[in-house]
C-alpha cells in the first residue's frame, strides 16, 4: 500500500440494470483463479460488510438495495481489494487484471463516470512539463474546478475526502457546500474534524490566520537512546527537516529511498536533514534495513501507525508521509512531497 489504501483497484464489475434503488453486481476479474468469496465494505459507515457473494474464477453476481449512494469496496477473500466505487443506481462496468490495480476505474453511472473522467485528466498530466509548485498548484486549481461543477453531493463529498494534494481550507470550503443531512453524516463529520486538524499542520495559505508550525514527539533511535524532532530542527547548521513516517513493510516507503538518498547526499552538507520514524512493529526489521541502506539520516522508531498520537496530530491517512520543516521559524512549509520531486523542491531552497 501507500499505505494509506489504494483508490480505483483492481477488478472488473458490471453493476448491470438497477430497477429503483436495487442493484445487479456482476464481476469478472482476470488472475483470480477457484473459488474464494467477495465482500462489499461500506467505507463510509465503518467498513461494515454489506453483503458477499462466492466467486469462482473470479466470475461473481450480487444482488443489493441501496438507500443512498455510498463509497464501497469490494475485497476478496479478505485480503485482495478488488475495486471501489460509488454505489448508485446504474450500471457500472470495470474490466482489467487483478495485478493491475492501480489502472482500472468504474463507468457507467453518473458519479462513476466523473471519477474515472478526472482520474485520467489528473493522472495524464506531463509532470515534465511543470515544475514541483505548478504541478501541485495545477492539480489544486483543476481539484476546485471539479468540486464546483461535479453533480451529486455524495461524488463532491467521495472527491473532498480523497483530495490530498489541495490545501485543507479550500477543501473546507468545499464542504460547507454539501447538503445539509449528507454534512451530518458519520463520515462527514469525521472528514470535517480531519480537514480541520489537517489546517493546522499544512503549510499557510493567503488569507489564513493559522500558522503551521511543528508539534515536537520524541522516539527511540538506534542506540536505544531517546531523540526529540525539536533537538533536530533546532541543531546548528540544520536549515529544513524532513519529518518522515515510513515502514519496511510500505512498499511505497521502500520505493522512494534512493531518491531521498540521492537528496539527502546532495542538500546535507548545505542544512537539509531528515528525522524518519519508522512504524515497524519489529525493531529488527528496521535496524537491518537501515543498515543494509546505509541511511545515514536520523533514524527513529514508534513501532505503530494509526495507535500514536502523532498520528492525528499531523492528520495523517497513511504512508509514506512527510512534512517539511523550516528550521529557523519552525513552520511546516511543504507537505506529502513525492520522492521524485525532493531535489527539486529542495533546489528552490538550498541552490
Given at each position: 500500500?501507500?499505505?494509506?489504501?489504494?483508490?480505483?483497484?483492481?477488478?472488473?464489475?458490471?453493476?448491470?440494470?438497477?430497477?429503483?434503488?436495487?442493484?445487479?453486481?456482476?464481476?469478472?476479474?482476470?488472475?483470480?483463479?477457484?473459488?474464494?468469496?467477495?465482500?462489499?465494505?461500506?467505507?463510509?459507515?465503518?467498513?461494515?460488510?454489506?453483503?458477499?457473494?462466492?466467486?469462482?474464477?473470479?466470475?461473481?453476481?450480487?444482488?443489493?438495495?441501496?438507500?443512498?449512494?455510498?463509497?464501497?469496496?469490494?475485497?476478496?477473500?479478505?485480503?485482495?481489494?478488488?475495486?471501489?466505487?460509488?454505489?448508485?443506481?446504474?450500471?457500472?462496468?470495470?474490466?482489467?487484471?487483478?495485478?493491475?490495480?492501480?489502472?482500472?476505474?468504474?463507468?457507467?453511472?453518473?458519479?462513476?463516470?466523473?471519477?474515472?473522467?478526472?482520474?485520467?485528466?489528473?493522472?495524464?498530466?506531463?509532470?515534465?512539463?511543470?515544475?514541483?509548485?505548478?504541478?501541485?498548484?495545477?492539480?489544486?486549481?483543476?481539484?476546485?474546478?471539479?468540486?464546483?461543477?461535479?453533480?451529486?453531493?455524495?461524488?463532491?463529498?467521495?472527491?473532498?475526502?480523497?483530495?490530498?494534494?489541495?490545501?485543507?481550507?479550500?477543501?473546507?470550503?468545499?464542504?460547507?457546500?454539501?447538503?445539509?443531512?449528507?454534512?451530518?453524516?458519520?463520515?462527514?463529520?469525521?472528514?470535517?474534524?480531519?480537514?480541520?486538524?489537517?489546517?493546522?499542520?499544512?503549510?499557510?495559505?493567503?488569507?489564513?490566520?493559522?500558522?503551521?508550525?511543528?508539534?515536537?514527539?520524541?522516539?527511540?533511535?538506534?542506540?536505544?537512546?531517546?531523540?526529540?524532532?525539536?533537538?533536530?530542527?533546532?541543531?546548528?547548521?540544520?536549515?529544513?527537516?524532513?519529518?518522515?513516517?515510513?515502514a519496511t513493510w510500505c512498499e511505497g516507503c521502500v520505493e522512494q529511498m534512493p531518491?531521498?538518498?540521492?537528496?539527502?547526499?546532495?542538500?546535507?552538507?548545505?542544512?537539509?536533514?531528515?528525522?524518519?520514524?519508522?512504524?515497524?512493529?519489529?525493531?529488527?526489521?528496521?535496524?537491518?534495513?537501515?543498515?543494509?541502506?546505509?541511511?545515514?539520516?536520523?533514524?527513529?522508531?514508534?513501532?505503530?501507525?494509526?495507535?500514536?498520537?502523532?498520528?492525528?496530530?499531523?492528520?495523517?491517512?497513511?504512508?509514506?508521509?512527510?512534512?517539511?520543516?523550516?528550521?529557523?521559524?519552525?513552520?511546516?512549509?511543504?507537505?506529502?512531497?513525492?520522492g521524485s520531486m525532493l531535489e527539486e523542491r529542495l533546489s528552490n531552497l538550498l541552490?
Amino acid at each position: 500500500m501507500r499505505h494509506r489504501i489504494t483508490f480505483f483497484a483492481a477488478a472488473a464489475i458490471a453493476l448491470a440494470a438497477c430497477s429503483n434503488d436495487r442493484c445487479i453486481i456482476e464481476g469478472t476479474i482476470s488472475g483470480l483463479e477457484g473459488e474464494g468469496w467477495v465482500y462489499i465494505q461500506d467505507a463510509w459507515n465503518g467498513y461494515e460488510t454489506i453483503d458477499s457473494t462466492k466467486a469462482i474464477d473470479g466470475v461473481f453476481r450480487f444482488e443489493s438495495d441501496i438507500a443512498d449512494p455510498t463509497h464501497v469496496y469490494l475485497y476478496y477473500n479478505q485480503e485482495i481489494q478488488l475495486h471501489n466505487m460509488l454505489l448508485e443506481p446504474g450500471t457500472i462496468k470495470v474490466s482489467g487484471d487483478v495485478e493491475e490495480a492501480w489502472a482500472l476505474y468504474g463507468i457507467g453511472t453518473p458519479m462513476n463516470d466523473r471519477i474515472a473522467a478526472f482520474s485520467e485528466k489528473t493522472s495524464s498530466l506531463d509532470a515534465s512539463k511543470y515544475s514541483y509548485d505548478e504541478l501541485k498548484k495545477l492539480i489544486e486549481t483543476l481539484t476546485l474546478q471539479e468540486l464546483n461543477e461535479g453533480d451529486g453531493d455524495a461524488y463532491r463529498l467521495y472527491l473532498i475526502s480523497n483530495s490530498y494534494h489541495v490545501h485543507p481550507a479550500h477543501l473546507l470550503k468545499s464542504f460547507e457546500t454539501l447538503d445539509e443531512d449528507l454534512k451530518s453524516s458519520g463520515f462527514a463529520a469525521e472528514t470535517k474534524d480531519y480537514l480541520e486538524r489537517m489546517v493546522r499542520v499544512y503549510p499557510q495559505i493567503e488569507g489564513s490566520e493559522v500558522i503551521p508550525t511543528f508539534i515536537d514527539m520524541e522516539f527511540p533511535d538506534l542506540d536505544g537512546k531517546n531523540v526529540s524532532l525539536s533537538s533536530v530542527v533546532n541543531r546548528k547548521g540544520n536549515r529544513y527537516v524532513l519529518l518522515d513516517f515510513w515502514a519496511t513493510w510500505c512498499e511505497g516507503c521502500v520505493e522512494q529511498m534512493p531518491l531521498m538518498k540521492a537528496a539527502y547526499e546532495k542538500y546535507h552538507e548545505r542544512g537539509f536533514e531528515i528525522y524518519a520514524v519508522s512504524c515497524d512493529p519489529k525493531p529488527g526489521n528496521w535496524m537491518k534495513f537501515i543498515a543494509e541502506e546505509e541511511l545515514a539520516w536520523v533514524n527513529v522508531i514508534s513501532g505503530k501507525t494509526r495507535n500514536m498520537p502523532e498520528w492525528d496530530i499531523y492528520a495523517l491517512d497513511g504512508i509514506p508521509a512527510n512534512i517539511l520543516i523550516d528550521c529557523q521559524t519552525g513552520i511546516i512549509i511543504d507537505r506529502l512531497i513525492p520522492g521524485s520531486m525532493l531535489e527539486e523542491r529542495l533546489s528552490n531552497l538550498l541552490d
